[in-house]
């Protein structure tokens, strides 16, 4: 493990897009001991989010529980041969069959919540826990919520509006092309049969290449700023009030009368993608919804 630098708890942070839950692994990161540990969203990971010297994170920003088969490729993405620890961050749950794996394979499992903390799922988790209480701490900041300032400062940058400009230019011109090449005589010389194959591939040429320049006008990665990587809709962050207060709405339980009727729907048939839908349009934010989804699945005790 790398000396520790970064050594202060890490503050409560909103966690509301897939850059920000990346951001809050690599803290977390330095603050157990591997110093380096550095989030790149939007570059390529390779499976890869977080890397250290010592260590290798991957981040999920969705509402589904964590199965077998990504840590299973989260393995494969570790380099041959390298003995760095894997840690494995999700804002949902583990299924069974994951945390026996991640036994297997010394895969450390860690739950983050709506607030940035960071709770243990297994053994091995709990040890990377204890080696970085092992090493002398600096003495606890006080705990505040984020300034907008800093969360403005670390959301992705947008393009420049010139650039924006010139890609919806080039992007419209492109879809109008292929109806300037009609009646083109160099263009369609052969019989109506060949012309209307010609035109058929230049308008579907044009168009999928001035859509994509009208899609992604905003940044490359536009898209997922605002969604997490299994598509759901990531609504803005409402505000919430600074001090312990704030901390306990973060981290609170879902709502019980909401958790009683998602069970409902699920036990008269509803599908969960429809249950989903229900909640998301009463406002229930993405990883909230995941959560009591997860709670209306479980078995009602019996007395």
């Not at 951001?23 to 890869?48: E, F, I, L, S």
């Not at 749950?93 to 945390?99: C, M």
């Not at 988790?125 to 984020?146: C, G, K, L, M, T």
């Not at 090449?181 to 263009?187: A, H, M, P, Q």
Request: aromatic share 8%; charged share 20%; glycine share 10%.
């Amino acid at each position: 493990m790398s000396g520790a630098t970064d050594r202060a708890v890490p503050q409560p942070t909103q966690i509301s897009s897939w850059q920000r839950a990346e951001h809050n692994a690599a803290r977390w990161m330095r603050y157990w001991g591997y110093a380096d540990a550095t989030a790149r969203p939007g570059g390529p990971d390779a499976g890869v989010d977080v890397r250290a010297r010592g260590a290798l994170g991957q981040v999920k920003y969705q509402a589904a529980q964590v199965g077998r088969p990504e840590l299973q490729r989260f393995v494969g993405a570790r380099p041959r041969g390298s003995t760095a620890q894997l840690i494995f961050f999700t804002g949902s749950d583990y299924t069974q069959s994951a945390l026996t794996y991640a036994a297997e394979w010394d895969i450390a499992l860690f739950r983050y919540g709506l607030d940035g903390t960071m709770t243990p799922a297994n053994d091995i988790a709990r040890r990377v826990q204890r080696r970085a209480a092992a090493q002398p701490a600096a003495p606890a900041a006080r705990v505040s919520a984020p300034t907008p300032a800093s969360v403005r400062a670390s959301a992705p940058p947008e393009r420049p509006f010139w650039q924006r400009a010139l890609r919806v230019w080039f992007g419209v011109t492109l879809l109008l092309a292929p109806l300037g090449s009609l009646g083109d005589e160099k263009t369609y010389t052969g019989p109506p049969a060949l012309d209307a194959v010609k035109f058929v591939g230049i308008l579907t040429g044009c168009w999928l290449v001035g859509g994509y320049l009208l899609a992604t006008r905003k940044g490359r990665r536009g898209k997922r700023s605002e969604a997490g990587p299994s598509g759901f809709s990531s609504p803005a962050v409402p505000t919430r009030p600074s001090g312990p207060s704030g901390l306990a709405a973060l981290s609170a339980p879902p709502p019980a009368d909401l958790v009683t009727e998602a069970a409902r729907m699920l036990s008269s048939g509803r599908k969960p993608h429809e249950v989903d839908r229900v909640l998301r349009e009463r406002g229930v934010r993405f990883l909230e919804r995941g959560r009591i989804l997860n709670e209306a699945k479980r078995p009602t005790p019996r007395p």
